[in-house]
Nanobody, 114 residues
């Protein structure tokens, strides 16, 4: 199952973007939803995540600027990115774990210019 993500784009430093991703209704045992990102020339890293226990995680570089939110009814995950910096540039991937199975989005490009 490939997830469909939306909301990427190009902004100037200091701007905001909101990413969205919705899980198919067939997924019934979601225990983690989150966003990974991959900057040019770097490894993919988790930017923000949410667990079924209600805990959230943010990588240090985005704390205080990014907010992950979940719409349980729609099985969707959103990432509000404020105060964007050029180093936030990269491809952002939606990730959902359903039971032991991992599902990825196709990636959405975020470009932040200085």
């Amino acid at each position: 199952v490939q997830l469909q993500a939306s909301g990427g784009g190009s902004v100037q430093a200091g701007g905001s973007l909101r990413l969205s991703c919705e899980a198919p209704r067939s997924l019934s045992d979601i225990n983690f939803m989150g966003w990974y990102r991959q900057a040019p020339g770097k490894q993919r890293e988790v930017a923000a995540g949410w667990t079924v226990a209600g805990t959230t995680y943010y990588t240090d570089s985005v704390k205080g600027r990014f907010t992950i939110s979940i719409d349980a009814a729609k099985k969707s995950v959103h990432l509000l990115m404020n105060s964007l910096k050029p180093e936030d540039t990269g491809v952002y991937y939606c990730y959902i774990r359903d039971g032991p199975r991992a599902h990825w989005g196709q990636g959405t490009l975020v470009t932040v210019s200085s």
